[in-house]
């Protein structure tokens, strides 16, 4: 149902209300008082290549719409409508949000009315999708239309996602179990990286560099993050574990020198650096240039353990440094992504790792290859 036909529906209810309880107090105000029509909407899909993350249940899909108001009114979103194709330009798949019922689903968008000459960053809400869906080709109509008045107008953007093929062999860079204490699903931090708000622009982001990142922590036994109540470092697991390297390649940079915060004191973080040192969010970090066009980043390191060096190579399973509890952290952990690159104007890429065992309570599932995200119980002997 669009926003014009709920607005319709609900008049008639609240008509059949009056009649029914002889309200004196209702009137019949006038829709569609307005003749404007809404619009130009600019829509593109950030990034410019955008990948199928294939795993064994299920596919998934990481990108943005950037939407530019060209006109001279408000616009608001009304409805966004999925229509996927196979390679043969048949029909497979048919989604959408829309403002159908008491709790639309198109409330789920923050952000949804565009001001005159103004630009907003839409997370793709259809992210999702079983594993026998060929997703060749994909067309989105959007719904827009002035708000509080009609009629609307649509705008549309067709992409062709392809599965993205791992170049390095990698495996995962701790060892014995873990927890992915955020990654890169819908609703992660990662994911939701939003060039368009204020402090992104204020900071130069026009990219999301960690779209596929992994935040991972080391547990015990039963999967706990921490001892007791996790105040202090020394508390988490994660605190001084080894990091290991997920690939063979060559450090391109390695920074060790950046004080650990301190768990419920000082934090030595600071935003506005990054305009100045791009890579402080990560802290004390290595990045390796796998020497394909991907490069793993391992951020938030302890200082002073790191073991190597730029110019130094290394091998799949060496160990690198300690995990710690620096730059944009707020507890023992390890930030793992696969990149594009070096600095910020890069784009994260998806991560298939090699040999672990995936945990699912008394059932342990060995895995020969595959990505991880939020939430899963792993373990790498």
Known sequence: MTLSSFKHRTLLCLIALAALFGASWFYLYPLNQQSEIAGPVNISALPQQIWLEAAEHHQALNFDFLLENQGTTPVGIDSIELKAYDSNNKLVLRRSIDSNGFAPSIETLPGRVLAPGSRSLVFNPFHSFRPDVELHRLQFVFSLSIVNAAPETTASITIEPRLYQSKTRLLLPLKG???????????????????????????????????????????DHNFALFRGTGERNEDWYAWNAPVYAAGDGVVAQAVGNVPDNIRGGSSFFRPEQVKTDAMHFYGNYILIDHGNGEFSLLGHLQRGSLLVKPGDKVTAGQMLASMGNSGSSNNPHLHYELRSGAGLHVEGLPANFNHYQRHLGSTVLPVASGPIDTGDLLENN
């Open 177 to 219: 179990k873990m927890m992915v204490h955020d990654g890169h699903d819908y609703y992660a931090h990662h994911r939701r990286l939003n060039t368009e708000h204020p402090a992104a622009t204020e900071l130069g982001l026009t990219q999301n560099f960690m779209r596929f990142s992994l935040d991972l922590n080391s547990t």
